[in-house]
């Protein structure tokens, strides 16, 4: 059985748009999920997991440095997007990643137009940027329970006892 060494880190929305529209034509159901990951923990192996069996290409879109500062705060992002990037790539349920400078990855959903978008369960009740689009275009949203209560910001918590 071949398996891949790596995902597709994509470095543009030219080439994202390239890659969505190939999957496409060869019948791909397309997952996208995005976030920070900056330290990458059990959650976030397992969430990406189970947004992958949900089709058959995860793309994943990463804040930037620059935009994780702008949601976290001056001292964040303890990984730069660079490190960030080639541990997302390497996970086995990741197929691409990219990076976006935005706040929100709306500009990247509308050229992706994924067949599911996914967040974690932390947000039932708020709004999913993109998931009007998403659902406009007959996609679905899918929210995902968190089974490991860590997160980045309760990790550095911790080491700062």
Same mark, same amino acid.
Request: aromatic residues 6%; glycine residues 8%; positive net charge.
């Given at each position: 059985?071949?398996s891949k060494?790596?995902?597709?880190?994509?470095?543009?929305?030219?080439?994202?748009?390239g890659?969505?529209?190939?999957?496409?034509?060869?019948?791909?159901?397309?997952?996208f999920?995005?976030?920070?990951?900056?330290?990458?923990?059990?959650g976030h192996?397992?969430?990406?997991?189970?947004a992958?069996?949900?089709g058959?290409?995860?793309?994943v879109g990463?804040?930037?440095?620059?935009? !994780?500062?702008r949601? %976290?705060? +001056?001292?964040r992002?303890i990984? #730069?997007?660079?490190q960030?990037t080639? $541990?997302?790539?390497?996970?086995?349920?990741?197929?691409?990643?990219?990076?976006?400078?935005?706040?929100?990855?709306i500009?990247l959903?509308?050229?992706?137009?994924p067949?599911?978008?996914?967040k974690?369960?932390?947000?039932?009740?708020k709004? !999913?940027?993109?998931a %009007?689009? +998403?659902?406009?275009?007959g996609? #679905?949203?899918?929210l995902?329970?968190? $089974?490991?209560s860590?997160?980045?910001?309760?990790?550095?918590?911790k080491?700062?006892k």
């Amino acid at each position: 059985m071949m398996s891949k060494d790596q995902a597709f880190i994509v470095s543009s929305e030219e080439e994202v748009l390239g890659l969505t529209q190939k999957w496409k034509k060869e019948g791909f159901r397309i997952v996208f999920t995005n976030g920070c990951f900056d330290i990458v923990h059990a959650g976030h192996v397992d969430y990406l997991q189970k947004a992958a069996k949900l089709g058959d290409k995860l793309m994943v879109g990463l804040n930037s440095d620059s935009s !994780v500062k702008r949601l %976290k705060g +001056v001292n964040r992002p303890i990984n #730069e997007e660079s490190q960030r990037t080639i $541990v997302l790539a390497g996970l086995r349920a990741v197929d691409a990643v990219i990076v976006f400078q935005e706040n929100t990855p709306i500009n990247l959903i509308q050229i992706i137009e994924p067949d599911v978008l996914v967040k974690g369960g932390d947000y039932k009740g708020k709004e !999913v940027v993109g998931a %009007k689009e +998403v659902k406009e275009k007959g996609g #679905e949203v899918v929210l995902i329970d968190f $089974v490991f209560s860590n997160s980045t910001s309760s990790l550095l918590k911790k080491l700062n006892k």
